[in-house]
């Protein structure tokens, strides 16, 4: 009998592919993936149980999650003639997204370097991807660029995560505001890091027919819930309806988020901090000897070390104990390029200290 090999039926370009990866982080200051480092105080985590032991699950959960649709349109102020769309976190909406469009030949744009998942779901999907470099300098949109490579491929949709990662800054609003006048498709502006940006596309939904903004519980503190939500027209949102799974939001996520969304000024003081945190962690930073750390608007910092000693830095970062991101070999625009989540002030002080250490010790 003939073995079926997975090579015989696995389309290439999911062959081609590696999965996402994420290292263990057992043990280690885990400032590696943009997770809020604050948790609830104990009297918060006694109500919220108490509400998930009514929990039922041995039911199939609210299909649309009526009520906690309600909480966000409240939370998020989210317009009111817009449509509402969840996903099992916002990478299930890129997906949901990439998946209505998918057809040979036809293609997601996206600036680089910026989310992973963009690409990485494009190419599974069968879609092509045009990546358009930011500028070397400050990361910022390279118009005359975008707005050529629009003309010539003709994307389906376009995603821009504003503020971008892994470089933290926010595209000018003007600027993303040409790329929606001219797109020929859809335009996603993917608002992850809302929570610690100046500014919003939310408002500027109604204006347009072809802007969906995406956002996430994700960085707000809430990664462990996967709940994403994607906002736009409605006839462009009921055709997505179409394939999101029935039952994509778990009951304890709906109970979970809804209860959090109850309790927005924490949250808010919570990104609050935050945001004071990492204007404190940028400027020591910038204060190490051959360190380069460029602005956010996230709850990341993207800094450059000196050339050529990334991948050293951030190994002896998690000797030290403390796990980042190395981006170095990620895009041509990284070279020697670490991202650091903004943890509390304790963490973010040990993560310096193993930094400054790191830098002094020769090669
Ligand atoms: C983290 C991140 C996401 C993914 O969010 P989830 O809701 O956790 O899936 C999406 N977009 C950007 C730009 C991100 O950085």
């Known amino acids: 009998m003939a073995t079926i090999r997975p090579a015989d039926l696995i389309r290439p370009e999911i062959r081609a592919l590696q999965a996402y990866p994420v290292p263990d982080a057992r043990g280690l200051i885990k400032l590696d993936a943009m997770e809020n480092p604050y948790v609830w105080p104990d009297a ?20 649309q999650a009526s009520p906690l649709k309600a909480r966000l349109r409240q939370a998020m ?22 998946l209505a469009l998918a057809a040979p030949g036809r293609t997601v744009l996206a600036p680089e370097p910026s989310f992973v998942m963009y690409r990485m779901i494009a190419d599974f999907a069968g879609m092509s991807f045009a990546g358009v470099p930011l500028r070397d300098d ?44 001219a797109a020929p498709g859809l335009v996603v502006v993917d608002e992850a ?31 462990g819930l996967r709940l994403g939500l994607l906002v736009g027209a409605p006839d462009w949102l009921a055709e997505l309806e179409k394939l999101r799974l029935p039952y994509n939001i778990n009951v304890l996520t709906q109970i979970s ?10 949250l808010a003081e919570q990104a609050r901090c935050i945001r004071r945190d990492r204007e404190l962690l940028g400027k020591a930073l ?30 002896a970062l998690r000797e030290a104990g403390v796990l980042i991101k190395d981006l170095s070999r990620a895009h041509a625009l990284l070279n020697d390029c670490l991202r650091v989540t903004v943890g509390t002030p304790e963490e973010n002080q040990a993560f310096l200290n193993a930094l400054a250490q790191a830098l002094r010790e020769r090669p």
């Open 286 to 315: 910038n204060a190490l000897p051959g360190v380069t750390a460029y602005p956010s608007e996230a709850n990341f910092i993207l800094f450059r070390t000196p050339p050529g000693s990334a991948k050293r830095v951030h190994g």
């Open 44 to 63: 918060l985590r006694d109500e919220w149980l108490a509400r998930l032991r009514e929990a039922p699950l041995n039911r199939y959960p609210d299909p």
């Open 257 to 266: 988020a809804e209860f959090a969304l109850e309790h927005t000024a924490l």
């Open 193 to 223: 890091y809302f929570s610690f940006a100046e500014h919003s596309f939310l408002d500027s939904v109604p204006n347009h027919d072809n802007l969906l903004v995406m956002r996430t519980v994700s960085k707000m503190g809430l990664a």
């Open 138 to 181: 400050d990361f910022s949109l390279d118009l005359t660029a975008l707005l050529a490579t629009l003309e010539d491929r003709q994307p389906a949709v376009v995603f821009l995560a504003y503020p971008n990662n892994p470089t933290g800054n926010r595209f000018a609003p003007e600027e993303v505001e040409r790329i929606i006048a």
């Open 77 to 98: 102020a989210i317009p009111n003639d817009a449509a509402l769309i969840l996903g099992n976190g916002s990478d299930e909406l890129i997906q949901l997204v990439i």
